[in-house]
């Protein structure tokens, strides 16, 4: 009888959800106050006969945390990649995206260790030029409607401070399928008063 009992509790699908915010949610809750983050990304990649690709990236968000699980964050990111393929090919990407998100704290703020998710919705301004090899140019500009998703890691250092970890994608005219065109991720810090 007890076995049947334990079974038909472990498999009903209301109580292991239960169970799960009950384990995952902060017993005490923190709210009301404000956040500010910065973060940078670099990297490159050198080739053969003096080509190379680099990416920076740079971005800063304020939120404000109503609770331990819920943030809105205004967020603005700028991005440069630059592709130099000797004799052949010079392109150079300016990307801005300033956007509103949700992020959702998965962990209590008391917690050293905080994983989030962000979605969001911004707008991406975006400057493309390209020089071939014949010296032909070429400058593309897009402005459009994009959405965001992301995830990352907090690391608070002390109550105050926090290294952040996220990648981010923007979704190119809001299109999940699209996540793998503006992917990246940043390391930086957040403050908190």
Request: some cysteine; glycine content about 10%.
């Amino acid at each position: 009888m007890l076995k049947k009992f334990l079974s038909d509790i472990l498999n009903n699908p209301l109580f292991l959800l239960s169970l799960c915010a009950f384990m995952l949610l902060p017993n005490v809750s923190y709210g009301g106050f404000w956040e500010v983050s910065a973060g940078l990304n670099y990297n490159r990649s050198t080739y053969s006969g003096g080509s190379y690709a680099w990416t920076r990236r740079l971005g800063g968000s304020i939120g404000y945390n109503f609770s331990d699980s819920s943030t809105v964050e205004l967020s603005y990111q700028k991005s440069r990649d630059r592709n130099h393929y000797e004799s052949f090919e010079d392109s150079t990407y300016d990307d801005q995206v300033k956007s509103v998100n949700m992020v959702w704290n998965l962990l209590g703020k008391q917690e050293m260790f905080q994983p989030y998710l962000k979605v969001g919705v911004g707008q991406l301004n975006r400057r493309a030029s390209i020089l071939n090899a014949a010296g032909q140019a070429r400058i593309d500009s897009i402005d459009q409607l994009t959405g965001v998703i992301g995830g990352g890691m907090r690391i608070f250092l002390t109550k105050q401070f926090a290294i952040r970890f996220e990648a981010t994608s923007y979704l190119s005219g809001a299109k999940l399928k699209s996540w793998k065109d503006n992917f990246g991720s940043t390391l930086g810090g957040s403050l908190y008063f």
